[in-house]
């Protein structure tokens, strides 16, 4: 099982320009979560899925949007990159409740110029 | 919101101290978990406290949920190298799990 992977690791953007991050999971997991982490602010969640087909907004989901169109993948999209979205980024999947143990990726580095 | 505070933000101790992380929230919790992140790694899971007034160990870690089930902490005895990095808890109640924004760990050999 490889369990939760993110491609890419490293990315580098300019202003403006668009990306989608991608999550896969190979656990059959129902709950997926995607994060950010600044120095100093600790795993801020973005957006999250309760399952296939479902979405729903986190703490700071400003300039992001997802989709779920299968259960193993959950995709995070940048539709005009700012530096402010300079950060690592993390996905991470629980199986059926909201409280289940997170199994986190190994985080993604965008760098917005 | 929901918000789950943890002090101290950062710690620096000499190999063979012990440590310890407190984790409180706004809130009562169901259940809190806590994370360990290695400098340059992701966050992995280390344990879950469901009860009120539990305690576990692991080895030489010790972690306790409160009476109220508001608060909860984290104690490493005699610190090692390998115990360098930062540790999350996380809470909820009806939405997904809240992080605290976690205490970073030094060790001094």
Request: aromatic share 10%; proline share 4%; charged share 15%.
């Amino acid at each position: 099982n490889a369990g939760v992977t993110q491609t890419p690791k490293f990315r580098v953007l300019k202003t403006g320009q668009s990306m989608t991050l991608l999550c896969a999971q190979d656990m059959n997991h129902e709950y997926m979560y995607w994060y950010r982490q600044d120095p100093g602010m600790g795993l801020r969640l973005i957006h999250y899925s309760v399952g296939e087909g479902t979405t729903a907004k986190g703490e700071v989901p400003d300039g992001y949007n997802v989709s779920r169109l299968k259960k193993q993948n959950f995709l995070l999209g940048l539709e005009s990159a700012a530096p402010s979205q300079t950060s690592v980024y993390f996905c991470a999947s629980s199986f059926g409740h909201a409280h289940d143990t997170q199994y986190f990726g190994p985080g993604t580095r965008l760098t917005v110029l | 919101g929901q918000q789950v505070m943890q002090i101290p933000q950062y710690q620096h101790v000499q190999e063979g101290e012990d440590f310890t992380t407190y984790c409180n929230s706004s809130t009562t919790l169901s259940n809190i978990q806590w994370y360990k992140q290695r400098p340059g790694g992701h966050p992995v899971f280390l344990i879950q406290l469901v009860k009120s007034g539990e305690v576990k160990k692991q080895k030489r870690l010790t972690f306790q949920f409160g009476e109220a089930k508001k608060n909860s902490s984290l104690h490493i005895t005699a610190t090692q190298t390998t115990d360098v990095g930062t540790y999350f808890c996380a809470g909820g109640v009806n939405t997904p799990l809240v992080f605290g924004k976690g205490t970073r760990l030094s060790v001094i050999a």
